[in-house]
């Protein structure tokens, strides 16, 4: 008689994510749970990612995944079609060709506890943690230290400009890196973090009494305005690198749980490949198209582009809260 452990199932993966995740959790416009796949199908070998690409996909397909666990939604917004002549129709028919399904943990992974911050606040060591922002009393994700985005007390105090190259050194690496916004001299004790797009919530770091704020996208008019009314420093981060970190806990939960082999994407997915700064920090002089190009630096490894974007219109889910 063999011995041999019987697989989990989809379905098996989707009862477990969502016991850690709910998606009653998610955002009223988010779309979360399970996007591809057969219920009953077996499931030995998952991939975690950030966002379900063609250079993700390939990634998977080539480590042999029967299931892909993703972040960002696939398919945000309703469609009509997924016809192959579609960038993101040509992903679904290529998961479906191959057997793999696709499950997505998005703003229910966000506001979970331990969540997608939990796993940022993790890379700094940051003790006492608590939410940046709660969900309103009486909606599913209330309660139970649940919450977007997590404050905490760094190890040690930094300046500003300590802080910031800390940030660049402990998060996966990009062309972007991390950029801060305030006195470099500033002290920081107490930092909030919130994964991926977070500008949103300046008005929580500030009510919160935080030294600096660190999370992604952070636009110029809202940033300037933070700052001018006396809110904490800021640190802006690529998007992709702030919810990376999860994606180990997500792993380590999937074989906890239910035995199966993990596969954790570190394809760079974040759409800026290219940063170059003048010589010496100082702005470089106008001039003719032949004058010398600023030194460049070049993500490492190569970072993956996101595939220029054709007529489909599910946007892909990168944020916080819905675009118009």
Not at 148 to 165: F, K, N
């Amino acid at each position: 008689m063999s011995t041999t452990p019987t697989p989990p199932t989809v379905a098996d993966v989707v009862a477990t994510l969502h016991r850690r995740y709910p998606p009653a959790w998610a955002e009223d416009w988010d779309r979360v749970g399970l996007v591809l796949g057969e219920p009953t199908a077996e499931v030995r070998r998952v991939a975690c990612v950030v966002d379900v690409v063609p250079e993700t996909v390939a990634e998977a397909l080539a480590a042999g995944a029967d299931m892909i666990v993703a972040h960002h939604p696939l398919l945000l917004r309703g469609v009509s079609s997924v016809a192959a002549t579609t960038y993101k129709g040509r992903i679904v028919h290529q998961l479906i060709k191959a057997d793999v399904a696709l499950l997505v943990a998005h703003t229910n992974a966000d506001v979970a506890d331990p969540g997608v911050s939990d796993a940022l606040a993790a890379r700094f060591g940051l003790t006492g943690l608590r939410p940046l922002h709660t969900p309103a009393p009486g909606a599913p994700a209330a309660g139970a230290g649940r919450g977007i985005g997590r404050i905490g007390v760094l190890p040690r105090p930094m300046t500003l400009a300590e802080l910031t190259r800390y940030a660049a050194a402990v998060l996966p690496a990009t062309a972007w890196g991390v950029r801060a916004a305030g006195d470099p001299a500033r002290t920081v004790r107490t930092l909030a973090v919130s994964g991926g797009s977070g500008d949103a919530f300046l008005g929580a770091a500030t009510a919160a009494g935080v030294d600096a704020y660190l999370t992604a996208d952070l636009r110029h008019h809202p940033a300037g305005e933070h700052l001018a009314a006396d809110g904490p420093a800021l640190l802006d981060a690529a998007h992709w690198a702030t919810e990376r970190p999860w994606l180990d806990d997500l792993a380590a939960l999937l074989r906890a749980e239910l035995g199966v082999e993990t596969m954790v994407s570190d394809l760079n997915t974040d759409p800026w490949t290219v940063h170059a700064t003048a010589p010496g920090g100082v702005p470089a002089p106008a001039g003719p198209a032949t004058t010398t190009a600023p030194a460049t630096t070049l993500a490492p490894g190569g970072a993956a582009p996101v595939p220029a974007a054709d007529p489909d219109p599910a946007l892909a889910a990168d944020d916080k809260e819905p675009r118009p």
